[in-house]
């Protein structure tokens, strides 16, 4: 991937992020699976 298209990426996420909050977009592999309390 070319530097341009890097930055660009870059920048949407960004603004995704702080439009929508953080771990709104999530890469593959990037971060294990969390744990959500749940009732059963």
Do not use: C, P, W, Y
């Amino acid at each position: 991937m070319d530097d341009n298209k890097r930055k660009a990426l870059g920048a949407a996420l960004a603004q995704i992020e702080k439009q929508f909050g953080k771990n709104t977009v999530m890469r593959l592999g990037d971060h294990t699976a969390e744990s959500i309390g749940a009732i059963s």
